[in-house]
């Protein structure tokens, strides 16, 4: 897992996306929510949660997901 966590703290990945510094990424699984925390070149901090501990960001990207799949 952490080496796909690396590229993210690269200032590329700052470059791609020009809002300004980069805090945090969040990536939803079905089993766990990760969540990464650049600290610096190829630094960080990943944090696992169980999906029930993020239930707002779960119903708000599951009506999301519906509204993709109904257009």
């Known amino acids: 897992m952490l080496s796909r966590l690396e590229p993210e703290s690269h200032s590329a990945e700052e470059e791609?996306?020009?809002f300004g510094d980069l805090y945090v990424?969040?990536?939803r699984f079905e089993k766990a929510i990760i969540m990464h925390f650049p600290t610096g070149n190829n630094?960080?901090?990943a944090?696992?949660?169980?999906?029930?501990t993020a239930h707002n960001l779960n119903t708000f990207?599951?009506?999301c997901l519906q509204q993709i799949?109904?257009?």
């Open 69 to 71: 799949h109904d257009e």
């Open 47 to 52: 944090v696992s949660l169980e999906p029930e």
């Open 25 to 27: 990424t969040v990536r």
């Open 61 to 63: 990207t599951t009506e």
């Open 16 to 18: 791609a996306f020009p």
């Open 43 to 45: 630094r960080g901090v």
